[in-house]
């Protein structure tokens, strides 16, 4: 599979897939997408801010990272201290299980790894799979100082199913407990499992690691398989974490090509991409943390604004909330509203709820559509069945942050937090599409 590189990816909707494949791959943890996204922004010039530096207010693209976030921009010459910002939000985590504390586990001569469920799991789909070990490290130097290594390993786990010999029920409706059925299989016999110092052999750029220095470490598993092609005419992309990797990738993609010399205009073109979406958001690096109020304040403080000049912005400022939705599924249509019944191939969502669980509102809309108009695609409304809770995003909670106008939008998947998702390639090629005509706002 090719990696395009940074804005390059082929217009074509399949060659924009396989990119997102590769992107996902390399992605298994937070911390691992934001270090793919920031080395895609260095290969298009961006540069990183470190956020203990005075921010530089010259023209050109930035980025911060912030643990398992990313917030990167892209300010044009003609930005003044309170011109607007045209912001893209998205998450870089995804359902799926941590590694608790003192996570070796010796039973009846297997080795398992303890962990807990990390957000809304569809725990059976994650059964009969070879899964990785991924996130990061706390290393010890030799000087004292902390310092944060990234590992991943290859297929090394499985959480096996029960036989149904052994569970002849099994069919009639699967109940796994959270304790004791998903701790994973990896070893057996002698000796005794070690699962930090394998962690410690697996940093991602080859380092030696003394497992004696680790001193905290935050791992997840990831599902291995590498995302297809899939379909009668190769329509369908199967792979992990489509929720919201997806997003990641296609506002990435859509920011290096609308900062691409005077395609920018005078507003700061900004995607921030925060971590621990699907647990609340509630951190330093989510969306209810004050990573992007952090970041913006911070431009505009460097443009030679001040509070005053910092509030008008926001007040001219949008934010695209860019989360995976639902398609309609075909096997359970009653779960979907009866009549807006968003279909594969025809689009992305604008995602819209009257209890403001999503942030969607008449004027943002207007926005959406013109965005959608500007960039030659089509989308489609979502609104929940009334029977069926609506689940919600970084989008209200930005609202409610920092007073932007905030719209809702996604690309439409079937299998939504299972450990492989699948999306339509059009649509998924009609959001970055749909995200570069907002960046633009021709």
Same mark, same amino acid.
């Given at each position: 599979m090719t990696d395009h590189g940074p804005g390059t990816a082929p217009l074509d909707p399949r060659g924009n897939a396989e990119d997102l494949a590769h992107f996902v791959a390399a992605s298994p943890s937070s911390y691992h997408a934001v270090r793919q996204t920031a080395r895609r922004l260095e290969a298009a010039g961006f540069v990183r801010q470190h956020e203990t530096e005075d921010f530089d207010g010259g023209p050109g693209g930035r980025y911060v990272v912030r643990d398992g976030a990313i917030v990167a921009w892209y300010t044009p010459a003609a930005a003044t201290p309170d011109q607007g910002f045209r912001i893209v939000g998205a998450h870089t985590d995804s359902p799926t299980f941590k590694v608790k504390p003192q996570s070796s586990i010796d039973r009846f001569g297997w080795h398992q790894i303890g962990v807990e469920v990390y957000g809304g799991a569809l725990l059976n789909s994650w059964l009969d799979r070879e899964l990785c070990l991924a996130g990061r490290l706390s290393v010890r130097a030799d000087d004292g100082r902390i310092e944060e290594k990234l590992v991943a390993t290859g297929p090394v786990a499985r959480i096996p199913q029960l036989a149904i010999h052994l569970d002849r029920s099994a069919n009639e409706g699967l109940t796994l407990d959270r304790q004791n059925h998903v701790q994973p299989v990896w070893g057996a016999g002698d000796p005794p499992s070690d699962v930090l110092g394998y962690l410690a052999a697996h940093e991602v750029n080859g380092e030696t690691i003394d497992p004696g220095s680790v001193t905290g470490y935050e791992i997840v598993l990831a599902d291995t398989q590498e995302g297809r092609l899939f379909g009668q005419n190769h329509e369908f992309l199967?792979?992990?974490?489509?929720?919201?990797?997806?997003?990641?990738? =296609?506002?990435?993609? =859509?920011?290096?090509?609308a900062s691409d010399g005077e395609a920018a205009r005078d507003e700061t073109l900004v995607l921030a991409a925060f971590d621990?979406?699907?647990i609340g958001s509630s951190s330093r690096s989510g969306a209810a943390g004050p990573i992007l109020d952090d970041?913006?304040?911070?431009i505009a403080a460097a443009r030679g604004g001040g509070p005053a000049e910092y509030r008008r912005a926001l007040a001219g400022s949008v934010c695209l909330s860019a989360d995976a939705g639902h398609l309609v599924h075909p096997n359970?249509?009653?779960?979907?509203?009866?009549?807006?019944?968003?279909?594969p191939g025809s689009g992305p969502l604008l995602k819209i709820n009257a209890?403001?669980?999503?942030?969607?509102?008449?004027?943002?809309? =207007?926005?959406?559509?013109r965005a959608c108009e500007s960039a030659g695609v089509g989308y489609q409304e979502f609104v929940s069945n009334n029977d069926v809770p609506c689940g919600s995003t970084i989008g209200p909670i930005t609202a409610t942050r920092l007073g932007i106008r905030t719209i809702d939008v996604g690309?439409?998947?079937?299998?939504?937090?299972?450990?492989?998702e699948m999306c339509h390639v059009e649509d998924l090629w009609a959001l970055g599409r749909a995200l570069e005509g907002f960046y633009r706002n021709d």
């Open positions: 199967a792979s992990g974490r489509l929720d919201n990797l997806s997003s990641v990738h =296609a506002g990435l993609e =859509a920011l290096v090509r621990h979406e699907e970041v913006l304040v911070r359970y249509p009653g779960h979907h509203d009866p009549v807006n019944q968003p279909k209890n403001q669980r999503y942030a969607t509102d008449a004027v943002g809309a =207007a926005i959406w559509a690309l439409g998947l079937l299998s939504m937090h299972s450990a492989r």
